[in-house]
């Protein structure tokens, strides 16, 4: 991977955080002070900032991870057990994510506050975001079946310079 590439990818991780940080200050009290206001959505308030912020902290970690794997790529370390870590991480942020989902529209399913079809769409998302979940989890077996080879090579390479 180029340079410019990890820099481009880590300018973009650098801006996704400030704005989460920016949404969890800023706009969660926002959020908090409208949803005590409204009526037909106040009795489901804790549970949907809860939800919001859970939401926000997910999408941090898997910044923070994919940071520590660019590190990684840059140092060309990334084929090693370490790796399988932060990976291991962002799927389960991922997987969280998805549960947060369905969370949030169990939550908002009952009284007449928001639309049947707005539940079945964050249904819909909670089914997506775990299909995400499951394509990194593909990524990190091939990326184990990577490290795998890169060992066994390793090992052949120091047999043949034995040989020579």
């Given at each position: 991977m180029s340079v410019m590439t990890i820099r481009a990818l880590r300018i973009?991780?650098?801006?996704?955080m400030v704005a989460s940080v920016l949404v969890q200050v800023v706009a969660v009290p926002g959020l908090?002070?409208?949803l005590g206001t409204d009526s037909d959505v106040a009795d489901?308030?804790?549970?949907?900032?809860?939800?919001?912020?859970?939401?926000?902290l997910m999408a941090q970690v898997c910044a923070v991870c994919i940071w520590r794997l660019l590190s990684m790529v840059r140092r060309g370390t990334?084929?090693?057990?370490?790796?399988?870590?932060?990976?291991?991480?962002?799927?389960g942020a991922i997987a969280g994510a998805a549960l947060?989902?369905?969370?949030?529209g169990a939550v908002l399913a009952p009284g007449e506050a928001v639309a049947p079809g707005v539940v079945l769409l964050l249904g819909f998302l909670g089914l997506l975001?775990?299909?995400?979940?499951?394509?990194?989890w593909v990524q990190r077996t091939l990326l184990a079946?990577?490290?795998?080879?890169?060992?066994?090579?390793?090992?052949?390479?120091?047999?043949?310079?034995?040989?020579?």
């Open positions: 973009v991780l650098g801006l996704a908090s002070r409208d489901v308030r804790v549970p949907l900032i809860v939800i919001v912020v859970l939401g926000v990334v084929f090693t057990s370490a790796a399988l870590r932060w990976v291991d991480v962002i799927v947060l989902c369905f969370a949030l975001v775990a299909g995400v979940a499951l394509v990194v079946q990577a490290i795998a080879r890169d060992a066994e090579a390793r090992v052949l390479q120091a047999e043949l310079d034995e040989v020579v």
